[in-house]
Structures are given as structure tokens and as C-alpha cells.
């Protein structure tokens, strides 16, 4: 199984841009599906992006494109999400996750990092 830790989470403001990271361990993310999430308090944790193993084929919510980008560097073994134009309403924390199948919805994704908070002020 792979093992996933996120970073770069943080304060920002309104408007204001963060890049988040998610490196593995144990297998490289070449062989997987991997997406980003995120959850805020008393809401259900939500799909924001998912990359195809091979990087070819990419999905993003609509609340999210055009903002954000996610892209990886099999080199590092790590994916990144590039938030854009940040919202106060997108204050919640960040998952990364991986999946051995093309899915969106986060029961599909079997292996979960810890998460990172990400705080957008007005």
C-alpha cells in the first residue's frame, strides 16, 4: 500500500494562491489514480481533482477549474495541487489519496494522507 503525506497547507488571503504537495512512499504513483480532496467542518469531503496514472487524463470539479491544477513528478514520487484565486468558502482541510481504479468519488480511494489545512481569509 502507499503511504501519503501532505503539505503546504496554510493562511492566505482572499484572491491569494498555495500549492500543495502529496509525496508517497511504499509505491509510486505512476501506478495509481490520484486526487485531492477536501473537507470542511459539518460538510462531506468533496472531490476537487484526479489525475490518471500515466498523467495523460485529468478531472476537476467545476467550483475548481480553471483555479487549480493538479499535476505530478513521478521523479519525486509526489503530486501537487496549484490553487489559484482562492476563496474564503474553500477554508476546509486537504486530502490527497490514491486509487488503483478511474473514479471520482473518495470511496473509490484506498490509501489516505493525514491532511492539510488550508485557510482562506476575507
Known amino acids: 500500500q502507499v503511504q501519503l503525506v501532505e503539505s503546504g497547507g496554510g493562511l492566505v488571503q482572499a484572491g491569494g494562491s498555495l500549492r500543495l504537495s502529496c509525496a508517497a512512499s511504499?509505491?509510486?504513483?505512476?501506478?495509481?489514480?490520484m486526487g485531492w480532496f477536501r473537507q470542511a467542518p459539518g460538510k462531506e469531503r468533496e472531490t476537487i481533482a484526479v489525475i490518471s496514472g500515466s498523467a495523460r487524463t485529468t478531472y476537476y470539479a467545476g467550483s475548481v477549474k480553471g483555479r487549480f491544477t493538479i499535476f505530478k513528478d513521478n521523479a519525486k514520487n509526489t503530486v501537487y495541487l496549484q490553487m489559484n484565486s482562492l476563496k474564503p468558502e474553500e477554508t476546509a482541510v486537504y486530502y490527497c489519496?490514491?486509487?488503483?481504479?478511474?473514479?471520482?468519488?473518495?470511496?473509490?480511494?484506498?490509501?489516505w494522507g493525514q491532511g492539510t489545512q488550508v485557510t482562506v481569509s476575507s
Open positions: 489519496a490514491a486509487s488503483t481504479t478511474w473514479r471520482m468519488d473518495p470511496a473509490s480511494f484506498d490509501s
Open positions: 511504499g509505491r509510486t504513483v505512476r501506478n495509481y489514480v
